[in-house]
């Protein structure tokens, strides 16, 4: 693969930064300038960040031309996230037009295309990924919830557990078992699509160490499901799933935000003195910053080969997976990094309320760094543990 730069990417990329920033201007009036907050946007501003950008053909931009985007190459791609990173933009909704969007276009019905797909293009619809359960979390091939047929509906019941966001989904896209497995464990599952304000949802939020319900036990009873929200074959849904994880585990390594997390490194090292002279003097704070920001873009040319990588390609697995083990070790290192060059401060008051908007109105570094720092300690864990990405990478590169 080559990795010149494009001399058409130089105009596309200002040209990119000046429509974002005028439709953050327009939506958001106001704000401060970028850098000086982090945002984890509550739902309504997402919704409105999303219909902003749909209105100007930006919600989606590497989606297929067919479904509202522009089908964009992967290095313009790669270029929009770091713009929309870039601005301090509030957050999209990454599980539905990054993880079920992709497969709705791929494998859904054109219902189901026709239905889905322009709700969350314009941040109508909230999804949530309904895969893990007590059992079956690393192991997702244990997963219990079943599906039985009964007319035009399938009759649901389970426990999803360690659910992103169910607190305020719309929409959950379910990994059940429709038949007992045969002999293999994927065989008898199917893909659903569950609307999460039918009777018999329950969602139960779980606060965790940073204070805020980011993740939700969703109890299941007697759930009925049309069965045109089944995507593609009944009984191939680890098919989908596959092909999502692969998705999610690119998306996991977050490299706009850990590019942003990096540069308020940088930013604190200059700022901040230890005996009259700025951190960033010192050789050993100096070292360790040139090791971030090599693996940093180390990252970026692999986040490239895996957008260019065709997805009938074996290694397109194991880019994912190096992807998600490197990307979110890497972020680990940084978060702990910017907490030490604040030491004692970070911890001077309670940030959260517990609210989904609690951070709304973010205050500086110091006063987030520790919070972050906890936090990360689950990027290792979500969407697969970096013990589960060694094994995949071992079995399918090496083959042990």
């Known amino acids: 693969m080559n990795f010149d730069p494009n001399p058409a990417d130089g105009p596309f990329r200002e040209e990119l930064r000046a429509s974002i920033q005028s439709i953050l201007d327009n939506v958001f009036p106001g704000r401060p300038p970028a850098g000086g907050r982090l945002w984890a946007s509550g739902r309504e501003n997402m919704r409105r960040w999303m219909r902003a950008l749909n209105e100007k053909g930006l919600a989606v931009p590497y989606w297929p031309e067919e479904w509202g985007g522009r089908g964009w190459p992967p290095a313009w791609r790669s270029i929009f996230e770091d713009e929309v990173g870039r601005a301090d933009c509030p957050q999209r909704d990454m599980i539905s037009i990054g993880f079920v969007g992709p497969v709705l276009y791929t494998f859904g019905t054109d219902e189901q295309k026709k239905k889905f797909l322009p709700r969350i293009r314009n941040g109508d619809d909230a999804w949530c990924q309904g895969f893990s359960e007590s059992d079956a979390g690393s192991d997702l091939l244990a997963l219990r919830a079943t599906a039985i047929r009964q007319g035009e509906h399938f009759v649901v019941n389970g426990r999803k557990l360690w659910i992103t966001r169910a607190h305020d989904a719309d929409m959950m896209f379910a990994l059940v078992r429709v038949e007992a497995p045969g002999n293999r464990r994927q065989q008898g599952l199917s893909f659903l699509l569950l609307d999460m304000r039918s009777p018999g949802v ?73 005996r009259g002279a700025p951190l960033i003097g010192s050789p050993s704070w100096r070292l360790k910053l040139a090791q971030f920001e090599a693996e940093l873009g180390a990252l970026e040319f692999l986040e490239l080969r895996f957008l260019n990588a065709r997805s009938d390609d074996p290694t397109t697995q194991v880019l994912a997976s190096i992807l998600k083990l490197r990307g979110t070790d890497l972020r680990q290192r940084v978060s702990e990094a910017l907490w030490d060059v604040f030491g004692d401060r970070s911890m001077e008051f309670s940030l959260y309320s517990g609210t989904s908007t609690a951070m709304e109105s973010m205050p500086e570094p110091v006063h987030w760094s520790a919070v972050n720092h906890l936090f990360q300690r689950s990027a290792t864990i979500a969407g697969g543990t970096s013990e589960i990405q060694r094994n995949i990478i071992a079995g399918v590169s090496l083959g042990l």
């Open 202 to 274: 329950t969602v139960v939020p779980i606060r965790m160490i940073d204070g805020i319900p980011h993740v939700n036990e969703v109890v299941l009873e007697n759930v009925r499901v049309p069965v045109e929200n089944l995507v593609g074959e009944q009984g191939k849904g680890w098919v989908y799933a596959r092909f999502l994880l692969d998705q999610e585990r690119s998306l996991v390594a977050q490299l706009p935000g850990l590019r942003r997390l990096t540069a308020t490194l940088r930013k604190a090292l200059s700022n901040e003195n230890e």
